[in-house]
């Protein structure tokens, strides 16, 4: 006879068995208490684990006030610039897409006047041509010439084919 039949005097159900009586042992305030000790541990657990999370996430945030004015850099995926030209895009952005500008001369363009057609595109002008070069493929060379353009700096020159040059 199981030690459970002897206590009770017949087999039963109770919330407080794994399974049926007369296969496993009644749960007792031993077992109950060790569940209890091992939930407050994963529970703790979980906890430091998420303070750690934080504490990762706090280091890479910081402060940042804008005050009307101030130049900023607004950060935006290709698709994104791509949106700021359509007229239903909103004019407010959230302040984690912006990044504080500090003024660096070599960021300003001098332009002249730009002649801008009605669909928002305008023709280079090329100025020089500073180096010729022959690109050889597999079964043709390419003559290659580098192009400064009008209102850009000499690090934007940009290699041209020479038939589309001429």
């Not at 208490?33 to 996430?57: G, N, P």
């Not at 500008?101 to 305008?122: A, C, K, N, Q």
């Not at 022959?134 to 209102?151: D, E, F």
Request: with cysteine.
């Amino acid at each position: 006879m199981a030690p459970y039949e002897a206590l009770y005097g017949r087999r039963c159900r109770t919330p407080s068995c794994w399974t049926e009586l007369g296969e496993r042992w009644v749960l007792g305030l031993e077992i109950v208490s060790d569940i209890e000790d091992k939930v407050k541990l994963i529970r703790d657990r979980l906890k430091a684990a998420l303070d750690r999370q934080k504490y990762y996430v706090d280091l890479k945030c910081k402060e940042i006030e804008y005050s009307m004015g101030d130049l900023v850099f607004f950060k935006v995926s290709l698709w994104k610039k791509l949106a700021l030209e359509l007229d239903w895009i909103r004019d407010e952005f959230h302040v984690s897409m912006l990044r504080c500008y500090r003024s660096d001369p070599t960021h300003v363009i001098l332009t002249g006047e730009v002649e801008v057609s009605l669909d928002l595109t305008f023709e280079e002008e090329p100025i020089q041509i500073l180096y010729h070069d022959v690109k050889v493929l597999r079964k043709k060379s390419v003559p290659l010439v580098k192009v400064l353009w009008h209102n850009h700096s000499s690090e934007e020159a940009t290699w041209e084919p020479e038939e589309a040059m001429r």
